[in-house]
């Protein structure tokens, strides 16, 4: 749980902490997927991005359109007039050249080229090189011209390839026989094959000597340089098996409309020549087909040779001059305007016009992204592709929603125990924590009591006779009596046992330094009520412990010097004998620690007056939920007309008198209290209740005190009732004299006075508010005075509505309880959701007036929490002894999905059930 909140608020990662990612982010909004670019960006950075990306927005949403003649640009940062001229010049030239060179196309071919087709054709000027070289004699331009009769996919360089090198293959060895006609070859092969038959037979043998065919076949084996015999007859079989290959590749050859004069003669040589020219031919169809931009201008069956050639160098030459000019339009334009202009010479009034309108804006525009990276670039075109506009607006909320979410997924990632929220682990855990925290409260008191106990025992010592010594001499001594020591000297020298006996003492400074020696005997020294303790007098106190508390509050009262004799320097000139507190003394050398739980009051406003003016708001008060839906002010204002007579007021002290006879009748078991702001009236209220007991023949209850300002500091009643006493005189004048409140410090006096109620104040008053005249007064104590009038008339009106002294420091997005709120009003508009009404709480909920239960909430009370008992075991503990239903709620819960938190808000409005069905 310790690791759960200090990741929830570590904002290292990325600038925010997860908290806040979680309520700035939509997890079922717009984003991008930004996984390779999001750790660029930190949110505590991102403020520099987002000024230059609501700059190219701006200029994006006017220069960035697909019909916008300048989008696609050379970069113009760092442009200047000069520069812009020259611009000009070069959009003005393009079209002009251009029709130069198409006059001159007009003169070799039927019609123009644009300049693109030229630098097109230029560009294949290898290939055309390649196709003139190939067509070198008339009979290869024959075959070319003969095959641009046949479409394309019937003219095939790789069959004509295979083919050759298979019918190649024939002339290997011996080679294939080609004296032959190829009408004979049937006649050759049977005659061979009845001459092999004869010579295994000798009727057949000799009727194949005298025929006529022995001499057919001698004189092939004669042009074939081969001997009549056995030998010569199979390497003629073996020569007329490649000549029948041949003649079978030639009748496919044959089938091939695009090839044209086949050779006669079957040698090698004359084969492989013919091979050669017709794929040359094929080989330049092919490249002539390829050259769209003048292919269909050209008609090669027209033109000789000759003429062919001289066309296609002619086109060359003209186009030559082209990449030089584009290379110096490239230095102002892209290739993709320089297209424009080609295509529509038209738009070069429009290009020089834009331009001189938008010049200076596009020199702008284009600095501000070379000033960006390209990870930046990057982002800001994922944004606008997924957005389709350029409100800026619209893409940083796109961008932080992205970016919390990749950020959130690595957190996450990174420490899972984040999650735990979101499940039923962290309820599991807290009640855990709680369960162990009341453990050890327990075993801590039984530990303390044993520990106690045992030093008592510990270590005592016998004698041989096994009698105990230890305690026996000071048993003897505090049992005697006579020769009684004094307690200086019982304490100096029974101190071991008489500590171990009794290791804790109440005593005042005084008492401590005379029945203490001067020396660490204790092992801690703590001081209450510090800030009535003369520095001198606690300081020989202070030397009695081996550590010091000193606690006290300074806004209470100081250290009262009437009637005492203080010793002064007047030549001392030392800052710490100026102050006169020991509370002020040790605030000067020692850290402070300010206590903010307020227990003693029941109500908040018993004590909301006291902590705004005195305590800058930082004191918590949690009131009792039933107590509080009684919806009865804690404070009563009992306006009576009395008269100021002689430092008293009769009528008030009356009124006192009923008010606390009908207390004490109706509320037996209340104690109650009495406070006046001087001793004359203090002692007229004291003598007119000690008649009415006696007349009523009652017994005043010891709990019942009546004092005044000066003396009620550490008191505490259910009730206390005021006397003010200040009211008109006989004439109808007031004398603003409000005796100890008007001196320094008198404010004090008051605090301590209106902060003893614990469940109500009633105030007894002969004047209201507005009555009291305080403008002229030096100090503060009679203008607070006033004012603490005026806030009890407000209460008994029923104006007060308890607040709590937020101390935000964070922006809004920071807090949950800003989001529960507006969600609880919108889903549940019967019901008020209430932020900063109460302590320990966040939202409290209210409904027809009443108080229903109050949502917790990981915003700044979970963050300034000391520990994690403190919000998950301490703070339920407060809630629950003070009857309040609650439930917690974490920002990733809301994150996930308002549903969770519905569910939450159902249970303190009770309607889980119903809101279930």
Not at 225 to 232: F, T, V, W
Not at 536 to 548: K, N, S, T
Request: some cysteine.
């Amino acid at each position: 749980m310790e690791e759960f909140r200090r990741v929830l608020y570590d904002d290292s990662e990325c600038g925010l902490s997860v908290k806040q990612l979680y309520l700035i982010s939509n997890p079922a909004g717009d984003a991008v997927n930004l996984k390779q670019e999001y750790q660029y960006f930190k949110f505590n950075e991102l403020d520099d991005f987002l000024r230059k990306m609501k700059s190219y927005a701006g200029y994006a949403e006017k220069f960035v359109r697909d019909r916008y003649v300048w989008n696609n640009r050379k970069s113009f940062a760092g442009l200047k007039q000069t520069d812009m001229n020259e611009i000009i010049q070069t959009v003005r030239e393009i079209p002009v050249f251009q029709a130069t060179i198409a006059k001159k196309i007009v003169g070799v071919l039927p019609s123009a080229l644009s300049l693109e087709d030229c630098e097109s054709l230029l560009s294949r000027e290898d290939d055309i090189l390649g196709m003139l070289s190939v067509l070198k004699d008339e009979e290869t331009y024959s075959y070319f011209l003969h095959m641009l009769k046949v479409p394309d996919e019937e003219t095939s360089l790789l069959w004509l390839a295979n083919t050759e090198r298979v019918l190649m293959s024939c002339y290997e060895g011996s080679g294939p026989e080609i004296h032959t006609p190829p009408e004979e070859l049937g006649k050759l092969q049977e005659v061979l094959r009845e001459c092999m038959l004869a010579r295994r037979n000798l009727f057949r043998f000799i009727r194949w000597h005298f025929s006529g065919d022995k001499t057919y076949l001698r004189n092939v084996l004669s042009a074939n340089h081969l001997e009549y015999s056995k030998e010569g007859f199979k390497e003629l079989e073996k020569k007329l098996d490649s000549r029948l290959n041949i003649e079978h590749h030639f009748t496919a050859l044959k089938q091939k409309s695009w090839l044209m004069d086949f050779p006669k003669d079957y040698r090698k040589y004359h084969m492989r020549r013919w091979f050669e020219r017709e794929k040359l031919a094929v080989r330049a169809k092919i490249i002539f087909n390829t050259i769209r931009e003048v292919n269909e201008l050209i008609d090669p069956t027209t033109l000789t040779r000759y003429d062919f050639n001289r066309i296609f160098h002619q086109l060359l030459s003209i186009c030559s001059e082209i990449p030089g000019r584009k290379a110096v339009w490239l230095r102002n334009l892209t290739t993709f305007q320089i297209r424009q202009l080609v295509h529509d010479p038209s738009l070069a009034d429009e290009f020089v016009d834009t331009l001189k309108r938008d010049f200076d804006s596009l020199c702008e525009f284009d600095k501000l992204k070379e000033s960006l990276t390209e990870t930046e670039v990057e982002v800001i075109h994922k944004l606008y592709n997924r957005l389709g506009w350029w409100t800026y607006e619209k893409l940083e909320a796109l961008l932080r929603n992205s970016l919390a979410l990749h950020w959130i997924d690595y957190i996450e990632t990174k420490h899972p125990v984040l999650r735990i929220v979101s499940s039923t682990r962290m309820e599991e855990l807290q009640a855990e924590l709680w369960q162990s925290v009341r453990e050890k409260q327990r075993l801590s008191r039984d530990i303390i009591l044993l520990r106690t106990r045992e030093q008592v025992y510990s270590d005592i010592e016998y004698n041989r006779l096994n009698n105990r010594v230890t305690y026996r001499d000071l048993y003897h001594q505090v049992t005697k009596q006579k020769k009684l020591w004094p307690l200086r000297k019982l304490v100096t020298e029974m101190q071991g046992e008489l500590l171990r006996l009794v290791p804790c003492w109440l005593a005042s400074p005084e008492a401590v330094s005379a029945i203490f020696p001067m020396k660490e005997i204790f092992d801690l020294v703590i001081f209450d009520e510090a800030s009535q303790c003369f520095a001198e007098r606690g300081i020989p106190a202070m030397y009695r412990g081996r550590q010091v508390v000193i606690a006290g509050d300074a806004k209470q009262l100081r250290p009262f010097e009437l009637y005492q004799v203080r010793w002064e320097e007047e030549d001392e000139d030392e800052p710490d004998t100026e102050v006169d507190s020991l509370l002020e003394l040790a605030e000067r050398y020692l850290e402070g620690v300010s206590l903010q739980g307020h227990y003693r009051s029941r109500s908040p406003e018993l004590i909301d007056f006291s902590n705004r003016h005195f305590y800058d708001g930082n004191l918590r008060q949690l009131p009792d939920r039933h107590l509080l839906n009684r919806n009865e002010p804690a404070i009563r204002y009992l306006k009576v007309d009395g008269v100021w007579e002689s430092n008293r007021n009769q009528v008030e002290a009356e009124a006192v008198v009923n008010q606390v006879f009908q207390l004490l009748s109706e509320h037996p078991d209340l104690e109650l209290g009495v406070v006046t702001f001087n001793a004359e009236q203090q002692y007229l209220i004291l003598d007119l209740l000690e008649m009415e007991a006696a007349k009523r023949q009652v017994t005043l209850p010891e709990s019942l005190f009546v004092k005044n300002i000066e003396n009620v500091q550490g008191d505490e009643k259910d009730v206390i009732i005021f006397s003010v006493a200040y009211a008109p005189d006989k004439r109808g004048r007031m004398v603003m004299q409000f005796g100890s409140l008007n001196l320094p410090g008198g404010e004090n006096r008051l605090n301590v006075a209106i902060t003893r109620a614990r469940q109500q104040v009633i105030i007894v008053s002969s004047i209201w508010p507005d009555q009291l005249k305080t403008e002229r007064s030096r100090n503060k104590g009679p203008k607070l005075l006033k004012e603490y009038l005026a806030f009890c008339k407000s209460v008994q009106e029923g104006q007060f509505t308890p607040r709590t002294n937020p101390g935000e420091r964070h922006p809004d997005s920071w807090y949950l309880k800003t989001h529960l709120e507006r969600f609880g009003r919108e889903r549940f508009p019967q019901s008020e959701f209430l932020t900063d009404v109460l302590p320990y709480t966040d939202v409290c909920v209210k409904q027809n007036g009443a108080w229903l239960g109050a949502l917790l909430t990981d915003d700044e009370r979970y963050f300034e929490s000391l520990s994690v008992k403190d919000t998950h075991a301490y703070t339920p503990e407060q809630l629950t002894r003070m009857r309040w239903e609650f439930r917690a709620v974490y920002s990733r819960n809301f994150w996930l999905g308002a549903g969770n938190v519905e569910n939450d808000m159902l249970r303190i409005l009770g309607l889980h059930d119903n809101g279930a069905s």
